[in-house]
């Protein structure tokens, strides 16, 4: 989804059209595993690109970022989810299609039966899983 603050230009629509979101000044997520680079690639299909004005290693600073200026980003829904009232942000849908990023957990084979890492595993598989394998 697009992420943006509540005042936002872009947020008096209920959507955003394409050329605006295009022309919009962005913060980009660069960080291993995100999937900002297909954005681009979607844009980029339809002959666009977009404005970069920031780039930053990862998403824990972005609320913040994006509560106090006219910047938009493009996140994982999850995670527009988890700020959107913290921080004063709304989102909208994105105005193309992108395909969707997978994230899996991955751990040394002599922590499988470990309960405290077993429980942690539970952990991040309830806030940040969809409830499939």
Known sequence: VCLMREGHPLAAAPSLALADFAAASHVRVIAA???????????????????????????????????HSDLIATVPERFAQRVTTP???????????????????????????DPGHQWLRSMVA????????
């Open 87 to 113: 921080f004063g942000l709304t989102t909208r849908p994105l105005p193309l299609a992108v395909d969707g990023s997978v994230i899996h957990q991955f751990w040394h084979a002599h922590l499988h039966k």
């Open 33 to 67: 595993g995100t999937g900002h680079g297909r954005v681009d690639e979607a844009l980029e299909r339809q002959g666009l690109q977009r404005r970069i004005r920031l780039t930053v290693p990862h998403y824990v600073a972005l609320g913040d970022v994006l509560g």
């Open 126 to 133: 309830q806030c940040f899983g969809d409830g499939t394998d």
